[in-house]
C-alpha cells in the first residue's frame, strides 16, 4: 500500500511539471529539421544529448547559463538581441550570428532547430517573463548578448 | 502492477515525437494568471508561468479562447512581405495541422476598460504559425502553415 502512494506520487510528479520563478527558467528546444541533432549545449553545459527529428526537451536551469550555443551537426547559430533606438523611441530586434548568450532565470526561453536554405540552424529567441501582480505586464528578454 | 508502473512511467519520460500522423502545441503561460485554454473541444489548464505540450493525432480546427473576460486571441493568420511581419488577427478561430509544431504563448497586459479601477490585467493569446517537420523553411512552399488560414 505504502509503495502504490509512492508510485502515485511519482506519476503525478511527471505528469504536474514545473512553473518557472525566480530561482528557475526554461528553455524548450525543439528539432524542427529532418535529422537527428545531438551534443546542444550553452557553453559547457549540455542541454541535450540528442533529439531526433521532430522531437523536443526541456531544460530547466537555476539561476541563469551563460555562452555561446553549439550543437554537433548545424551550421549556423543566430540569437535575438534586442536594444532600444532612443531616437525613434523604440524596440528594435535582430538575430546575431553566434553571439554570446545569456538565459535569465523566470524567463521562459525557446531554441528551435530548423532547416533554412538547406543548413541547419540554431535559432534562440526571446524569452517571457510571468508578469507581476505589480506591473501586470509580461516582459521579454533577448538572449544574444 | 509493478510492469504497470514502469510501463507508464517510461512512456511519460520519453515522450512523443511529432510527424506526419502527430501534431504538437507547446502552451506557454507567462501571465500572472492560470488560464483555462479552449483549443477546439478541449480545455487545457496551464498554471501562471507554466507550460503544457498538447499532442493531437488528427488535424482540426475549432474555437481557441481563454474563458476570461478579458482574454484577446491573436491567431497568426499570414505574412506580410514587406515588413517581414506574421499577420497576426484578433479572431477566436483556429486551426492546427498534424506534421506541424506550434506555439502559443499567453501574455500579461494592462488595458483600458474604461471602468473604476480603470486598468485591469488581460490575457493576450498569441497562437503562432506552425513549422513543419522536416520542412527546408522558405523552400518548401508548406513549411509554414498559419493557424488563422484554419
Known amino acids: ?145 | 502492477m509493478k510492469k504497470i508502473f514502469v510501463f507508464v512511467s517510461i512512456v511519460l519520460l520519453i515522450g512523443c515525437s511529432v510527424n506526419e500522423n502527430t501534431g504538437l502545441i507547446t502552451i506557454k503561460n507567462s501571465s500572472s494568471v492560470s488560464i483555462n485554454l479552449t483549443l477546439g473541444n478541449t480545455k487545457y489548464y496551464v498554471p501562471a508561468g507554466g507550460k503544457y505540450d498538447c499532442w493531437f493525432y488528427q488535424s482540426f480546427s475549432g474555437k481557441i479562447n481563454g474563458n476570461y473576460e478579458l482574454s484577446l486571441p491573436y491567431v497568426a493568420s499570414g505574412y506580410d512581405d514587406a515588413s517581414g511581419d506574421v499577420i497576426y488577427k484578433n479572431k477566436e478561430e483556429a486551426g492546427f495541422k498534424t506534421g506541424y509544431k506550434y506555439n502559443v504563448d499567453v501574455f500579461g497586459v494592462w488595458v483600458n476598460t474604461g471602468n473604476y479601477p480603470s486598468y485591469e490585467t488581460a490575457q493576450i493569446i498569441y497562437a503562432r504559425e506552425g513549422i513543419k517537420i522536416g520542412a527546408n523553411v522558405l523552400v518548401d512552399g508548406d513549411g509554414i502553415h498559419y493557424p488563422g488560414n484554419l
Open chain 1, 1 to 145: 500500500m505504502k509503495r502504490l502512494f509512492w508510485q502515485a506520487i511519482f506519476i503525478l510528479f511527471l505528469f504536474s511539471g514545473c512553473t518557472v520563478n525566480n530561482k528557475t527558467g526554461l528553455i524548450i528546444i525543439s528539432n524542427l529539421s529532418d535529422k537527428k541533432i545531438e551534443n546542444i549545449k550553452i557553453g559547457d553545459i549540455t542541454i541535450s544529448y540528442a533529439l531526433n527529428k521532430g522531437e523536443k526537451a526541456d531544460f530547466w536551469f537555476n539561476n541563469g547559463l551563460k555562452g555561446k550555443i553549439s550543437a554537433s551537426g548545424t551550421d549556423s547559430v543566430m540569437a535575438l538581441y534586442g536594444c532600444y533606438d532612443e531616437t525613434n523611441s523604440r524596440e528594435l530586434t535582430f538575430y546575431k550570428d553566434d553571439p554570446e548568450c545569456h538565459f535569465i532565470s523566470n524567463y521562459q526561453y525557446t531554441i528551435d532547430i530548423h532547416k533554412i536554405n538547406g543548413k541547419y540552424s540554431l535559432v534562440a529567441n526571446s524569452g517571457y517573463k510571468t508578469d507581476s501582480y505589480e506591473t501586470g505586464i509580461s516582459t521579454m528578454d533577448f538572449p544574444a548578448r
